[in-house]
C-alpha cells in the first residue's frame, strides 16, 4: 500500500469528487459512514460518545458520525466552538446537527465540568490532517485536559496535534488515541516511534477514492501488507532439491555468546534453505552441533571468530554474537576488502565495521545491513529524531548502494533507489535479546532461496514479525521468547501458501 503526503490525500480526495463525480459532502458522509460501521461494531458495550469537533472538515466527519452514531441509537455530547466560522461542508453537517432534539451541543469549556462515566467514549475531530502549527492556548489545555481521562479514546483520520508527513517538536501536546480510524491510507507519522505512540491501534478505513489516483501518483513511501507480501512469496516447487533452495553460511559466535549464532542458524534452517552451514569458533562445536544438527559446523578459531573462509556459492550471514576482538575484527574487514557478492550484516559486524567511517565503503553493494538505532547511530551519525534518521538512511543507502533494515517499532526497509517500505507485523514481544538474530537467519536463508536483495528484506521482517504475533497469542509478548518465535515459522508458512496458493 502506498504511503501518501496529506497534500497528497487532499489531492486524492478532489481527484476522486471531481472524477467519480461525487459532492465534498457525500465524501465526507461516506467516511463518516465508514467510521460509524467501525464503531458500532467495537465499541458495543458503550452507550454514550463525547464528541469534540474543530471547525475544518474534520470536525465536519465529527458531526456527520454524531448524527449517524445517534441513528444508531447512541447518546451523543457535541463539544465545539458554536461561534467558530466552520467550513462549507463542517457547516453544512453542524446545521443538521442543530436541528436534532437529541443531541445536546456544548461549548469546548464545558467539558471542564462533563461527567465522563465509564460507558462514554470520547472522539477526537478537532483537526485532523488540517493542522499547520502546535497546539495552542484553549485546544492545548484541552486536548492536555482529555489526555487525563481513563476513557477509550479514538481520532478520526489522525490525532489533533500531529502532523501526517514529519514531527513539530518532541514536547507538542498531541490527542492521545487508543484507536486511529484513517480514511484510505496508512500516515507516515503513525509508523515513527515520537509520533505513531500518539495512534494507538490504527485501523484503515476504505473509503473507495479513486484508484486511478493511487495507482498513478508515485510516492516513495510505502506500507508492506498482505498485498505486497502475496506479490513476492514463491510456492515451493514440488519438482525440486535442496540444491534448489541454496546454500547459506551463517557467520557468528564468540566465547559467551554462542546462542546468537544457534538462534540465527536455527531461522535460516526453519526458514527452508536448502543447505546450512555455520562458521564459528571451536568452543561453539558442541553447542552449535547439538541445537541445530542440521546445520554443518566449520571451525574457524578458537574462542573468537580469526578467519573467514567463506564457500562462493553461499550466502553469507555475518555478525551474531561474533564480538568484537582485536583478531575478529581484522580478519573481518581483511575478508570485506575481497568480497563482492550480496550479504547481510549485523550486530557484531557493524560495530566492526563502525569503528571507522571508511570501513563503510567495503561493504560489497546490494548487501544488507539490519541495524538497531543505536547501531545506526554509530555508523552513520546522530539525528534529532526518527524522521532525520529516515533521510539519512535512504541517503546512506543511495550512497553505498546497499539495503538498510532500520530495525524499530516498524521496522524500515530502505533500498538503493531511496524507498523506504513499513513494516507492519511485529510486537513489542521482539524486544528481547535474540530477536535480531533470529532476523539475520531469515534473510540470509530468503536470499539464498533466490528473492532479490529488495524481496529478501521485505518478506523478511514481515515473516519475522507475523511469527511473533503468533507467539505472541500463545505465550503474551512478556513470555514469549526467540525460541518461541522460530517455532511459529511453520504457521506463518502455512498461511502464506494458503493466500497464495491457486484453487479450484
Known amino acids: 500500500m502506498k504511503i501518501f503526503t496529506a497534500e497528497q490525500i487532499r489531492n486524492c480526495d478532489q481527484y476522486t469528487i471531481k472524477n467519480e463525480p461525487i459532492s465534498s459532502i457525500l465524501l465526507m458522509e461516506r467516511a463518516a459512514e465508514a467510521c460509524v460501521d467501525w464503531i458500532s461494531e467495537n465499541c458495543n458495550h458503550h452507550r454514550n460518545f463525547a464528541i469534540f469537533c474543530g471547525s475544518g472538515n474534520n470536525g465536519g466527519d465529527g458531526f456527520a458520525v454524531a448524527r449517524l452514531l445517534y441513528q444508531k441509537g447512541f447518546d451523543i455530547d457535541i463539544f465545539t466552538n458554536s461561534k467558530a466560522k466552520f467550513s462549507p461542508d463542517a457547516q453544512e453537517n453542524f446545521k443538521q446537527i442543530k436541528e436534532i432534539s437529541g443531541i445536546t451541543v456544548r461549548e469546548f469549556k464545558e467539558a471542564m465540568n462533563y461527567r465522563f462515566d465509564s460507558r462514554t467514549v470520547i472522539i477526537d475531530a478537532l483537526f485532523g490532517t488540517g493542522l499547520s502549527r502546535s497546539l495552542e492556548n484553549e485546544m492545548k489545555d484541552l486536548v492536555e485536559f482529555l489526555n487525563l481521562k481513563n476513557n477509550i479514546k479514538i481520532s478520526i483520520d489522525l490525532p489533533s496535534g500531529l502532523l501526517a508527513d514529519g514531527i513539530f517538536n518532541t514536547d507538542a501536546v498531541v490527542f492521545k488515541a487508543d484507536y486511529t480510524l484513517s480514511f484510505q491510507f496508512w500516515k507516515k507519522c503513525f509508523f515513527h516511534t515520537e509520533t505513531g505512540k500518539f495512534a494507538g491501534k490504527v485501523q484503515v478505513l476504505d473509503i473507495n477514492l479513486s484508484q486511478d489516483y493511487i ?84 571451525e574457524g578459531g578458537a574462542d573468537y571468530i580469526d578467519r573467514f573462509e567463506i564457500d562462493e556459492t553461499a550466502v553469507c550471514g555475518i555478525g551474531p554474537g561474533l564480538g568484537t576482538h582485536k583478531k575478529t575484527s581484522e580478519s573481518l574487514l581483511k575478508f570485506l576488502k575481497n568480497y563482492s557478492k550480496p550479504l547481510i550484516l549485523d550486530a557484531d559486524a557493524l560495530n566492526i565495521i563502525a569503528e571507522n567511517h571508511d570501513n563503510l565503503f567495503l561493504i560489497p553493494q546490494r548487501s544488507i545491513i539490519t541495524p538497531h538505532p543505536k547501531e545506526f547511530e554509530r555508523l552513520f551519525g546522530k539525528t534529532e529524531n526518527s524522521f532525520e534518521r529516515t533521510v539519512l538512511a535512504k541517503n546512506k543507502a543511495y550512497e553505498l548502494q546497499i539495503y538498510i533494515v532500520l530495525k524499530d517499532h516498524h521496522t524500515q526497509v530502505i533500498t538503493p533507489e531511496k524507498k523506504v517500505f513499513y513494516n507492519i507485523t511485529g510486537n513489542s514481544g521482539l524486544a528481547k535479546g535474540g530477536s535480531g538474530d533470529i532476523l539475520t537467519g531469515v534473510i540470509t536463508s530468503l536470499l539464498a532461496q533466490q528473492y532479490s536483495e529488495e524481496e529478501a528484506a521485505i518478506l523478511g521482517v514481515w515473516f519475522h514479525g507475523k511469527a511473533a504475533e503468533l507467539a505472541a497469542e500463545k505465550y503474551s509478548k512478556e513470555s514469549m521468547l526467540p525460541t518461541d518465535v522460530i517455532a511459529e515459522f511453520g504457521n506463518v508458512f502455512t498461511e502464506l501458501n494458503a493466500k497464495v496458493k491457486k484453487v479450484l
Open 215 to 298: 495507482d498513478d501518483t508515485e510516492t516513495g513511501d510505502l506500507v508492506i501488507d498482505d498485498g505486497v507480501i502475496k506479490n513476492i512469496f514463491k510456492i515451493r516447487d514440488e519438482f525440486s532439491h535442496k540444491g534448489t533452495y541454496g546454500k547459506v553460511t551463517i557467520v557468528g559466535g564468540s566465547y559467551g555468546k554462542m546462542g546468537a549464532a544457534v538462534l540465527s542458524t536455527r531461522a535460516a534452517l526453519k526458514t527452508g534453505a536448502g543447505l546450512t552451514f555455520i562458521l564459528a569458533p571451536k568452543c561453539g562445536y558442541e553447542i552449535l552441533q547439538t541445537s541445530d544438527p542440521e546445520a554443518m559446523f566449520i
